[in-house]
């Protein structure tokens, strides 16, 4: 099959350039097609979906905070200029290792002389009973905008029918305390505020309601002690339940039910408690780690094929101490730009390297004024400083200056009117949706998305594994 029409490069006399392909349009992905620009090779980027999200701000999106196209951006457009790349859309449903292809859907297969799989992380359930079917995952853009119209529509509902709150239409239960969790539930806060002053006819300081679940004996793990009970008070601050030490059992349509037999209703269940490797990993036949992550070589490529690198969330990378890679953007950054390193070495002839991963650190929102920031060096802020720097570094760090543009518009907007974004309801309602008016995107076998990063692309979020 030949490879895309380059713009840059002639081709050479035998007329066979290397085709590297990268699997997934996330931070990973992103990376190491730009690394490879001015390499003699025909890059394709394959992608079930034609865009980058930007997966830090997806929780904006869900709470009307954003916009959608705020922070996407064509994949086309990102590499118009890069003239050895290319695009295609289609869902990669395997991997022949022996024939050195992907099996794609639609279309033929896709062969490749390097492979660099860069798929990111899909959502752990945990084998709760109900979850997939009943909570909310926030892990790809259609998720945000259907938890958002979702949210908006459980108002709706109570406004025409207040007997609906004594069922708990406006409790949302987000569980996990990881940084998804974290800045979910505060910015729900922040948009009943909003919602207020829409719907006159509701009292919705006091009847909406949000409850913050985690099994751990404290939020944000893998942060000091001073930095989550910063979070957990700053939380409480704006309202939020935070309850610790407390397992999930099972997710209904009427709420959850906790390990000790509690049963809260809620109209709506977020479920950000947990990743794991895209499902896509497991097509490759080879050893795997906890969280089906991909078992790598120090130098990221899958034991036995030197041309197959696995980086991001899906690589089952180990740091000098033996332990696993944070399932973080920055590590994905890195990682993506090593293996479009190491490419260029294997071309011309050279030994492999080790990947090292440069920790800059980690950070997280809570809400207005408030966020938390660490340092490799032990060094933490938090509070108005934090948030600053928080909201500063997530500007720079979006693809294309409309999408930055956009954002810092939108914040500085909402920072000095106390009003919010987009609050729209777009997504389909299904028909199975009772009074509650849940809107489930789960309720068939998930499709994830293969370009998911997990985290924060300058000082890398803490994972969702909490």
């Not at 407390?246 to 039910?257: D, H, I, L, N, T």
Request: aromatic share 6%; glycine share 10%; proline share 6%.
């Amino acid at each position: 099959m030949p490879g895309p029409t380059i713009r840059s490069f002639e081709s050479p006399a035998d007329g066979h350039r290397p085709r590297v392909v990268v699997v997934g349009t996330g931070h990973g992905g992103m990376e190491c097609v730009k690394a490879l620009k001015g390499e003699a090779v025909d890059v394709l980027m394959v992608d079930r979906n034609n865009y980058h999200k930007f997966q830090p701000l997806l929780y904006q999106v869900a709470t009307a905070g954003l916009d959608s196209d705020d922070i996407t951006q064509s994949a086309r457009h990102l590499y118009s200029r890069q003239g050895n790349a290319d695009v295609r859309m289609g869902t990669v449903v395997d991997v022949d290792l022996d024939r050195r292809e992907l099996v794609m859907e639609p279309g033929p297969p896709v062969p490749y002389d390097w492979l660099v799989l860069a798929p990111g992380a899909s959502t752990a359930y945990y084998g709760v009973e109900g979850a997939q079917r009943y909570g909310f995952p926030l892990k790809n853009v259609p998720d945000a905008v259907a938890l958002r119209s979702h949210i908006l529509r459980q108002f709706e509902a109570a406004n025409r029918d207040p007997s609906l709150i004594e069922a708990g239409a406006l409790r949302f239960v987000v569980v996990g305390g990881g940084a998804t969790g974290v800045e979910t539930a505060g910015a729900l806060t922040e948009l009943f505020r909003v919602l207020d002053r829409d719907f006159p006819g509701l009292d919705v300081g006091r009847d909406a309601e949000v409850i913050l679940l985690d099994g751990g004996d404290a939020l944000m793990q893998g942060y000091k002690p001073n930095l989550q009970a910063y979070t957990k008070q700053a939380l409480e601050r704006r309202g939020v339940d935070v309850r610790l030490g407390q397992q999930v059992e099972a997710v209904s349509r009427e709420g959850v039910r906790l390990g000790d037999g509690t049963e809260v209703e809620a109209g709506t269940v977020v479920w950000t408690a947990g990743v794991r490797a895209n499902p896509v990993v497991e097509t490759l036949g080879t050893e795997t780690t906890s969280g089906s992550r991909a078992v790598v070589d120090e130098a990221l490529r899958v034991p036995g094929h030197p041309e197959v690198f696995v980086v991001g969330d899906a690589a089952g990378a180990r740091d000098p101490g033996g332990e696993l890679y944070p399932q973080v953007a920055q590590v994905a950054i890195q990682q993506g730009t090593h293996a479009a390193a190491e490419i260029r070495r294997a071309i011309r002839g050279l030994e492999p390297r080790p990947f090292h991963y440069t920790d800059l650190g980690m950070m997280a929102t809570i809400g207005r004024n408030a966020a938390i920031v660490q340092l490799p060096s032990g060094f933490t802020m938090k509070g108005f400083i934090a948030w600053l720097g928080w909201a500063v570094l997530h500007v720079v760090k979006l693809a294309g200056f409309r999408n930055q543009l956009s954002v810092l518009l939108n914040w500085a907007y909402s920072y000095f009117t106390y009003d919010r974004g987009p609050r729209l309801i777009l997504a389909a309602r299904p028909e199975h949706d009772d009074l509650v008016l849940r809107q489930n995107v789960a309720i068939e076998p998930e499709r994830e998305d293969p370009a998911d990063a997990s985290s924060d692309p300058v000082l890398s979020t803490a994972s969702e594994a909490g």
